[in-house]
């Protein structure tokens, strides 16, 4: 078990792509059921849609309703493109299905050139995204709403069903002004492609933020996604991949090399102060139940709380 100051430490599992999904229908199948009997504690599927992989809310929609205690992340929901009102709408049904059980975080922008043609953007991007996530957090928690504003309008608005408990938007983003953004606007941070060291500075930098901006965010809500690199597979190219990401920084400090060397990386950005992780197999796996319980057994005992 790893302790944290900050609390609960839960490890879930993403999926990235063609490297590592399951094949669609059966074997997706067979891979949520497996999932459900692990101690895996949620899944993120990526927004993806020019690879191989399931539509995020569609794919997290048909998890909720194949388990029980799966919790379902996207990793991340592209929202500048996307209808917020609608967006909502769905969102809000699906926590009504699944309650306490949906994880939502929004980008920026496609993480794919060639997707970015997928989400078309009037005007500047960041702040469509800044409207669209308001328009979206006021849509989930309020009766009524009336919004006029540079890219929508809405008068006397409102989406039924709503969870009883709004839900909480994380955010990405690893430079220093989506960082700020996420203390201004976000309920938790989930980072990617930074080493411990920097989502340490990262998550002081939101912190100072969301001061600035009068507000707080929950302790527990600040976490990673953690690039695994299983053994007997191409490490060099995981290494490459991350590299290509972050060519400032050692790829070793981003990509846990074997079990130990994940479970390592993790005690490391929990001493950083996280305490949530996606962990995302950088190749192919082949026996999906095999890997879920070595990672429950390898991976299980670290989660506390």
């Given amino acids: 078990m790893v302790d944290s100051p900050h609390g609960k430490v839960r490890i879930g599992i993403g999926l990235v792509g063609a490297r590592s999904v399951p094949e669609l229908g059966p074997e997706f199948h067979e891979f949520v059921e497996a999932l459900e009997k692990s101690s895996v504690d949620s899944l993120w599927l990526a927004d993806l849609i020019s690879t191989p992989v399931i539509e995020p809310t569609i794919g997290n929609t048909w998890v909720a309703a194949r388990t029980e205690r799966i919790k379902v992340g996207t990793g991340v929901t592209v929202l500048p493109g996307r209808n917020p009102m609608l967006l909502a709408a769905e969102l809000a049904s699906l926590a009504v299905l699944a309650p306490k059980r949906v994880l939502p975080v929004f980008g920026i922008r496609a993480a794919s050139p060639a997707d970015r043609q997928f989400y078309p953007a009037p005007g500047r991007l960041a702040a469509l995204f800044e409207e669209s996530l308001l328009v979206l957090r006021r849509l989930l928690s309020e009766d009524h709403v009336t919004h006029h504003g540079e890219f929508f309008t809405l008068d006397d608005a409102s989406i039924v069903p709503r969870p009883e408990r709004p839900l909480d938007l994380w955010l990405g983003g690893r430079a220093p002004a989506g960082l700020r953004r996420a203390g201004r606007l976000a ?6 492609f930074l080493t411990p060291e920097e989502t340490a500075r990262g998550r002081s930098v939101i912190e100072d933020a969301a ?8 302790d527990d809500h600040y976490g990673t996604n953690v ?3 299983l053994p007997g597979t191409d490490v060099d190219a995981a290494l490459e991949r991350a590299a ?14 074997g079990w130990d060397g994940v479970a390592e990386l993790i005690r490391r950005y929990v001493d950083g102060g996280l305490t949530k992780f996606v962990v995302r197999p950088s190749a192919p796996i082949t026996d999906w139940s095999a890997y879920l319980d ?7 005992p670290l989660e506390s709380g």
Wanted: net charge negative; proline share 5%.
């Fill in 187 to 192: 309920d938790g941070w989930l980072a990617s």
């Fill in 211 to 218: 001061r600035d901006a009068g507000r707080t965010i929950d």
């Fill in 227 to 229: 690039w695994f690199a």
């Fill in 244 to 257: 290509a990401q972050r060519p400032d920084v050692d790829p070793r400090e981003l990509v846990g090399i």
């Fill in 294 to 300: 070595q990672f429950s057994a390898e991976l299980g």
